[in-house]
């Protein structure tokens, strides 16, 4: 007593704090699995750390806890690929893109990616259904074995029914590997590509202030923009260099999206009809050096080579969204023009006899209310 006032002895408390201490490991170690309950169930690693830094703590706990895989088990993580092939076309990246909720102005919903795991050259065909991949797929094949003299000996792609081709693969002698479901960093060199275009695609839709509906035209520019644009992946090579062994040239690229003046045809016109048409630039047509234009005051789409470019100057930049909104529903209603001509930029690859053959089954592995069957199916588009 102190003052009137009682003060516990150190010693008791000493005492007493040991005793709590003791009591409590004793419980711990009747019930190995005590602590590692009031801690709320941490990982391993945890209980270790703990156990090191309160020597007090006694964990040997060894059991499997199953509460703590069903409330904190997550994916495992994914190594950095290691293997590179050894040849162009050893390895080829597929995966499909879409359902896009605008369709193109052509009607497409989907296109089909390729990439070629040695240079990263990439291909992008257009689709208006999950139903054109196999002939795109056959194709495809076809092009490889007759302009490179190669012959594709792997193709991944996902788990999706869109590609079990099993015929196909087995006429060409393809081995086919597929991702995991539901993991698609299997399938990432394709999955990066599909991210990287996209990113590239929308930079140039807010440039050009284009309708998205024209969007299609825009997928293709990238992706030819893409190729031959230097890879850090690549040793600072452009996948056209590593693909053609040469190195691309940006003598013929113009902006798109940019206000161009087209030459009138001299025919059916009078001397003092315009010599000019104003225009969009909207890309490049593969095997003809001319430029694909769209015509700001017919919406027609034609090819040119005899065109003035003002690369600063965006038409559709100038528009209100009001108007924008207006020449999108133009666009999207005016293919029942007839007075309007739209040529699509389809190259056959292959005997349209032999794709008309593959039309059946390459609809047996979609469901039915995915497949819309029309005359563009076994055509290819080159990006």
């Known amino acids: ?19 709590f201490i003791n009591t409590t490991m004793n419980y711990s170690k009747k019930d190995i699995n ?38 904190k088990q997550h994916k495992l993580p994914f190594p950095n690929s290691t293997t590179n092939s050894d040849d162009y076309f050893d390895l080829i990246h597929v995966d ?80 086919h590997q597929r991702s995991c479901v539901g993991t698609p960093q299997q399938n990432s060199i394709v999955e990066r590509k599909h991210q990287h275009v996209l990113n590239v695609t929308r930079s140039l839709l807010f440039q050009s202030n284009l309708p998205k509906c024209y969007w299609s035209y825009v997928v293709n520019h990238v992706v030819h923009l893409i190729n031959i644009m230097p890879s850090a992946v690549l040793k600072n090579k452009s996948p056209y260099e590593m693909l053609y062994q040469k190195p691309p040239t940006y003598l013929d690229l113009k902006t798109f999206g940019c206000l161009c003046f087209a030459s009138t045809s ?30 700001l ?32 529903t133009q666009d999207l209603n005016f ?17 349209p006899a032999e794709e008309n053959q593959d039309d059946d089954e390459s609809i047996t592995d979609v469901d039915e209310d995915m497949v819309i069957k029309d005359s563009n199916q076994g055509q290819i588009e080159p990006a």
């Not at 005590?34 to 703590?57: A, E, S, T």
Request: proline share 2%.
């Open 297 to 328: 005051k017919t919406r027609e789409i034609f090819i040119s080579r005899n065109d003035l470019f003002y690369e600063t100057i965006f038409s559709f930049s100038s528009m209100d969204n009001d108007t924008i909104e207006k020449s999108m």
């Open 266 to 295: 001299d025919v059916n016109i009078s001397k003092l009809d315009p010599r000019a048409r104003k225009c969009v630039f909207i890309g490049f047509k593969n095997g003809i050096k001319g430029y694909i234009l769209l015509d």
């Open 1 to 19: 007593m102190l003052d009137g006032l009682y003060y516990p002895d150190e010693n008791i408390s000493t005492v007493q704090d040991h005793a």
């Open 96 to 175: 499909i893109w879409g359902v896009i909720s605008i369709s193109s102005i052509h009607g497409h919903k989907y296109f089909l990616t390729m990439v070629d795991d040695f240079s990263r050259h990439t291909w992008t065909f257009l689709m208006h259904s999950k139903g054109e991949t196999r002939n795109l797929l056959l194709n495809f094949v076809i092009y490889i074995k007759n302009q490179f003299k190669k012959d594709i000996k792997v193709i991944r792609f996902d788990n999706g029914p869109k590609f079990k081709y099993i015929d196909l693969y087995n006429k060409y002698g393809i081995i």
């Open 335 to 351: 293919l029942n023009d007839s007075r309007i001509n739209i040529r699509e930029d389809h190259v056959y690859l292959s005997n």
């Open 34 to 71: 005590v602590l590692h309950y009031r801690l709320g169930h941490p990982c391993n690693n945890v209980l270790k750390q703990i156990c090191r830094i309160f020597p007090y703590v006694h964990n040997s706990c060894t059991n499997i806890c199953d509460i703590f895989h069903y409330s």
